[in-house]
């Protein structure tokens, strides 16, 4: 398994109202142990600010179905960094901020549209979710690595 230790943001995304798909925007701004400011997701507990790749986006494009960042209701969208192979209680560096890895991959208990189109869904296995430990501000181009790499 490639390890990928240096990637980018290619997207950061709100929403107003949980259960709907995001909005990338230019950039965001994470609160610390809080989320991504302005999101319908922050708030204190472990699933602060959500991330998928890029590249796991593309699984669903090739099954055929129109979707891009934001769509599966991910904070950050990331390219070149295998989010699934990140480990709980490991720190990445995003732009300003510092996230720890709270949880890896999640349970889905209703089908969302996604998964009722293609009859699968990625999130659940390779979306991960973290706590904001230092905020500040995360834009497109940002770059994402492991913390002390």
Sequence with gaps: MMEHLRGKVVAVSV????????????????????????????????????????????????????????????NITVEGFVLPETKVGERILVGEAVLEISQIGKECHDRCAIYIQAGDCVMPREGVFARVIRGGRVASGDAVRREGK
């Design 15 to 74: 929403s107003a109202r949980k259960g709907e798909k995001k909005t990338p925007v230019s950039s965001v701004t994470l609160v610390e142990e809080h989320g991504v400011e302005d999101d319908a997701h922050a708030g204190p507990g472990h699933r602060q600010v959500s991330l998928l790749s890029l590249e796991s986006i593309g699984k669903m494009q090739a099954l055929g179905l129109s979707v891009g960042p934001g769509d599966f209701a991910e």
